[in-house]
């Protein structure tokens, strides 16, 4: 309602009076003058079905932005650092989120899907990083359908009798490299998802000329940040070479889906690899009652509309 009437008035309207609104602005002498528009009939409704599945789509994304902000600003290596980092992240996975909600509306698929107003991370088949440097490379990787899973990541015919530097070459890996790992953890019984990052290097008393026999496997890697979870190496005698993580938190857990990422800053310029997350278990395939829960588009959808 317009803080004037029209008849007779001495000073000027401001607000709607019938079809008409009034509004008072000044000219670039500071003087002020009245304009007059007609009043909008109505609205456009700016929560149709396709809006609410918009913003369902845009809130996963949104919510890995709190969760890795760390590693997203910096994990593109064609994109400056920062926004436009978060952006090219938008762009790479929103149509991932999109063809995942069209193609599993009702079931399970790569991803899963958080509740309006659950803020914490959905799992799935993001794209992490896109880095020219090498990524790592190993024959196969295992996780146990067990509470407190462990992540197997085997290397096939390993001799004992090479030396570091043909492990090396067989890994894709370099003394001086960081290899990081990123995965999705779930406490148990109460479900909550988190996404972790755990970044190990070489033990620096290794050299390139050391046979594999003579390393202490086991203290290989040595742990710098991100939470603490027990860790070593195996070589069997089949030829076979284990890097067995476990223990990932005190409290039970399953650890469902990871991505791996090679990181350098050895002469003075970070260099890393690509990433993509892949789903370590089957979710919604249990074994021994032990499973990632996960929502699906579907049932998410209802606190969104």
């Known amino acids: 309602m317009g803080r004037q009437s029209i008849p007779g008035a001495r000073s000027k309207v401001r607000g709607k009076v019938g079809d008409t609104v009034y509004q008072i602005r000044r000219d670039e002498n500071g003087k002020q003058y009245q304009i007059a528009k007609a009043a909008e009939e109505s609205r456009a409704d700016n929560n149709t079905r396709e809006q609410a599945l918009a913003r369902m789509t845009m809130g996963q994304v949104q919510r890995m932005f709190h969760a890795l902000p760390q590693v997203i600003k910096d994990a593109y290596e064609s994109t400056p650092r920062g926004t436009l980092s978060f952006q090219h992240f938008c762009r790479l996975n929103y149509p991932l989120l999109k063809q995942d909600r069209i ?154 889906n990871a991505a791996y990422m090679r990181v350098n800053r050895d002469d003075g310029n970070c260099r890393f690899s690509s990433a993509q997350f892949e789903w370590l278990i089957n979710p919604v395939s249990p074994q021994y009652g032990v499973w990632y829960r996960m929502l699906t588009p579907r049932i998410a959808f209802l606190t969104w509309e």
Not at 126 to 139: C, N, Q
Not at 235 to 247: F, I, P, R, V
Request: glycine share 4%.
């Open 103 to 256: 193609d599993h509306w009702q079931e399970f698929g790569e991803f899963d899907w958080r509740r309006k107003r659950d803020m914490t991370p959905p799992a799935g088949k993001w794209i992490l990083a896109d880095g020219s440097y090498p990524k790592m490379t190993y024959d196969s990787i295992e996780v146990s359908y067990v509470d407190n899973n462990n992540v197997n990541m085997h290397w096939a015919n390993v001799q004992g009798i090479w030396t570091m530097a043909q492990l090396l070459q067989k890994m894709t890996l370099s003394l001086t490299d960081e290899i990081w790992i990123i995965y999705f953890i779930q406490a148990k019984p109460s479900n909550v998802p988190s996404v972790e990052v755990a970044k190990f290097r070489f033990n620096p008393h290794i050299r390139l000329s050391d046979i594999v026999d003579d390393v202490d496997l086991e203290n290989m890697f040595v742990q710098f940040e991100g939470p603490t979870c027990s860790q070593m190496f195996n070589l069997w005698e089949d030829g076979d070479l284990s890097w067995d993580m476990w223990a990932f938190t005190d409290e039970d857990y399953v650890v469902a």
